[in-house]
C-alpha cells in the first residue's frame, strides 16, 4: 500500500477550485521540456499496451502537420477494470488537464475524449466540466492567458468493447463501423480524419498532469527500472474487499495487493488462480502470483499487467464454464473483420459448449490450434490475446479438466 | 476576444455517433425516415448506414421497451453469480436476451462489462446502475418501474 497517494484523491470537479498547477507549468515550459519530462518520469501507457508515453509525444510533436489530434481513450471495456471510470467520477479534472497537457506538447489544436456509452455518470460529469472549463477559459482560444489554443469534444461509444482499440476508436469517431484499421500507417502519422493524432488513456493522462505539476523525479523515484511510478489496479472477484487501489509498482507482490488491499478471498475460500490483467491475459496458478506486480514480472510469469484488472478467482468455481463465459465474450466483441478471429472463437466457443466430463487431447490441440491461428491472423489486439486465458486455463489445469487421450475409433 | 464555445472556435465536424445518439434518445431507438435523412446528411448509402447502426449494441433499429434492462454477465460478475440473477429476472419477464415483453415495457440485454466490476451483480435500468444485486433485490426494482 501507498503511504501518499499520487492519483488517487479527494474528488476535483469544480475548475473554479483547481490550480491547474501542471498547465501553469507546462504553458511556461517549451514543447520539447515537457515531451522530456514525461520521458524522464518513465510513464508507460496504462490502455494495456504499455507504450512509453513520452516517446508517443515525441513522435507526435515531430509529425508536421496544419492539424493534430489529441484523443482521450475512456472506452474501458475490459472485464475487470473500473478505473478510468473512478478518475473520470472523482478526479476528471486531473484527466482533462493531462488532455491539454498532452495536446500542448505534441501542439494538437483539438480533441475528443471517446467516453464509453454505458458511463452515464462519467458522461455527465465529463460534459459540465468541458463547459466550465471553456467558462474559465482553459478550453478555448488561448488557455490561462497563454497563446495555446485546444477545443476539446466529447464523443459517446454505443457499446462495443472493440472501440477501444485506438485506430477503432478512430474510425468509430469518424462515424464508421468500429473495426481496426490495417498498420501502418499508426494514428501518430494518419490518425482522425487523416491527421497526425495522439490517443492516450484516461489514466495515463492524469498520470501525466500529476508528473508535469509535481516534477518527473518524484514519480520516476518510485517502482522498478522497468515499471515506474504507480498503478490503478481494480481488485474485483472473489474478494473481501474489492475496488480501485493505487500500488507502487513492484512495492508489494499481486499475493499481498491481494491480502494487504483486497483483504484476501471472499467467505474464507481458497484462491485457485489470479487473473493478473483482465480477460485477455493469461490466468497465473495461486502459486505463482508471489511475485512483484509490475510489467516485468508479470511478463517474465508468461502473462502481462494489461489494463489493471486482478481477478481473483476461488476454488469453488467450475473451470469450464469460466473458460466458456471469456470465449463468449470474445465471440461477441469480435469485430468480424479477420475470418480467423470471427469464425475461430466461434468454433471454440462450440467446443466448450460440447465439453463433457472430459476433453479430449485431440480438441484440446483444435483449441490450441485455432487459437495460434488467430493469433498470427489476428489485425489487432483482440484477437491476438483472445485464448491467452482459455490456453493458460487448459495448461495449468490439464488435470482438473480431465483432458485425456482418446481412442481413435 | 476569447471564443468560448466550441462551436464557435469551428468546431465543423459533423459526428454521425453523435446524432445517432440524439436520435436514439429522443425515440428509444432509430426510425426509419431518420435514417433516410442521415444517409442524405452524411451522403452515405443506406446500407452502410445500417451497417454502422448495427454494430453497435446500443442503437436499435426497432423500438425497444420503456426500460432496457441490461445485466452483465462478464467474468467478475459471473464469478459473483450473475448467472442466477440472469435466470431469475428471465423468468419473471419471461423473455430471452435481446427480446422485449409484449406490453413494451421491458427489453432485456445480456451485456458485457459495465465497469462495475467490484459491486456485482450489476444490472442498469436505461441510465441508473444497481449494484451488489441479489435476485429478490432485481425483482423488487423491476416490479418499481411503472
Ligand atoms: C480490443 C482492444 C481494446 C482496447 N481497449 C482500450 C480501452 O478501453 N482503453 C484504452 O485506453 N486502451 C484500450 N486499448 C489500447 C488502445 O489501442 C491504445 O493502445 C491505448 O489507448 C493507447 O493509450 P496509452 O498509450 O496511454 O496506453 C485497447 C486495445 C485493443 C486491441
Ligand atoms: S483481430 Fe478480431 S477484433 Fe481485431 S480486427 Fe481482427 S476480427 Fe476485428
Ligand atoms: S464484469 Fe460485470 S461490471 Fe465488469
Redesign the interface.
Known amino acids: 500500500m501507498l503511504e501518499e497517494n499520487f492519483l488517487m484523491g479527494e474528488q476535483l470537479l469544480d475548475p473554479a477550485d483547481y490550480d491547474f498547477p501542471a498547465l501553469k507549468k507546462a504553458f511556461n515550459m517549451d514543447r520539447e521540456e515537457v515531451i522530456q519530462e514525461i520521458k524522464d518520469s518513465g510513464l508507460k501507457g496504462r490502455g494495456g499496451a504499455g507504450f512509453p508515453t513520452g516517446l508517443k509525444w515525441e513522435l507526435g510533436y515531430k509529425e508536421k502537420s496544419d492539424e493534430k489530434y489529441m484523443i482521450c481513450n475512456a472506452d474501458e471495456g475490459e472485464p475487470g477494470t473500473f478505473k478510468d471510470r473512478y478518475l473520470m467520477e472523482n478526479r476528471p479534472l486531473l484527466v482533462i488537464e493531462g488532455i491539454i497537457t498532452a495536446a500542448y506538447a505534441v501542439n494538437a489544436q483539438k480533441g475528443f475524449i471517446y467516453i464509453r456509452g454505458e458511463y452515464f455518470d462519467s458522461i455527465k460529469i465529463i460534459d459540465k466540466l468541458i463547459d466550465n472549463m471553456y467558462k474559465e477559459d482553459v478550453l478555448g482560444q488561448d488557455i490561462l492567458g497563454s497563446d495555446f489554443s485546444f477545443d476539446l469534444r466529447l464523443v459517446k461509444g454505443a457499446g462495443a468493447y472493440v472501440c477501444g482499440d485506438e485506430t477503432s476508436l478512430l474510425n468509430s469517431i469518424e462515424g464508421k463501423r468500429g473495426a481496426s484499421r490495417i498498420k501502418p500507417p499508426y494514428p501518430i502519422q494518419k490518425g482522425l480524419f487523416e491527421q497526425p493524432t495522439v490517443v492516450n488513456n484516461v489514466e495515463t493522462l492524469s498520470s501525466a498532469a500529476r508528473i508535469i505539476a509535481e516534477g518527473a523525479s518524484l514519480y520516476s523515484a518510485m517502482g522498478s527500472k522497468n515499471s515506474r511510478g504507480t498503478k490503478l489496479v481494480c481488485l474485483s472477484g472473489d474478494i473481501n474487499e474489492p475496488g480501485v487501489y493505487e500500488v507502487e509498482f513492484g512495492a508489494q507482490t499481486i499475493k499481498e495487493i491481494i491480502e494487504q488491499d483486497g483483504k484476501g478471498i471472499k467467505g474464507g475460500s481458497d484462491l485457485r488462480f489470479v487473473v493478473p490483467g483482465g480477460v485477455s491475459t493469461a490466468v497465473l496458478d495461486k502459486s505463482e502470483i508471489d511475485i512483484p506486480y509490475t510489467y516485468e514480472d508479470l511478463e517474465k510469469a508468461g502473462s502481462s499487467l494489461g489494463s489493471g484488472a486482478i481477478i481473483a478467482v476461488g476454488q469453488e468455481h467450475d473451470l469450464v464454464d469460466l473458460m466458456l463465459n471469456v470465449s463468449r465474450f470474445f465471440m461477441d466483441e469480435t469485430c468480424g473483420t479477420c475470418f480467423p478471429c470471427r469464425e475461430g472463437n466461434r468454433q471454440i466457443n462450440r467446443i466448450l459448449r460440447k465439453y463433457k466430463a472430459t476433453f479430449s487431447i485431440q480438441e484440446k490441440e483444435i483449441i490450441q490450434d485455432v487459437g495460434e491461428t488467430i493469433r498470427l491472423a489476428a489485425r489487432c489486439g483482440l484477437g491476438q490475446s483472445s485464448l491467452n486465458f482459455i490456453n493458460s486455463i487448459m495448461e495449468k489445469y490439464e488435470d482438473e479438466l480431465g483432458i485425456k487421450e482418446v481412442l481413435e475409433v | 476576444m476569447?471564443?468560448?464555445?466550441?462551436e464557435?472556435?469551428g468546431?465543423n465536424?459533423?459526428?454521425?455517433?453523435?446524432k445517432?445518439?440524439n436520435i436514439q434518445e429522443s425515440y428509444s431507438y432509430i426510425p426509419e425516415n431518420e435514417i433516410d435523412n442521415l444517409a442524405q446528411k452524411?451522403d452515405m448509402p443506406r446500407a452502410k448506414l445500417y451497417?454502422?447502426i448495427k454494430?453497435?449494441?446500443?442503437?436499435y433499429t426497432e423500438p425497444t421497451g420503456k426500460y432496457v434492462i441490461?445485466v452483465c454477465?462478464?467474468?467478475?460478475c459471473?464469478?459473483?453469480n450473475s448467472k442466477k440473477l440472469l435466470n431469475d429476472i428471465r423468468e419473471y419477464l419471461d423473455i430471452d436476451d435481446g427480446e422485449t415483453t409484449e406490453d413494451k415495457k421491458f427489453t432485456l440485454e445480456v451485456?458485457?462489462?459495465?465497469?462495475?466490476?467490484?459491486?456485482?451483480p450489476v444490472m442498469?435500468v436505461n441510465?441508473e446502475?444497481y449494484t451488489h444485486l441479489t435476485p429478490g433485490m432485481a425483482l423488487k426494482i423491476l416490479k418499481n418501474c411503472v
Open positions: 476569447a471564443q468560448n464555445t466550441a464557435d472556435m468546431y465536424e459533423e459526428i454521425l455517433l453523435e445517432l445518439h452524411f451497417g454502422v454494430f453497435y449494441s446500443m442503437f441490461r454477465d462478464s467474468l467478475s459471473h464469478i459473483n451485456v458485457e462489462c459495465l465497469g462495475y466490476c467490484g459491486e456485482g442498469m441510465d446502475v
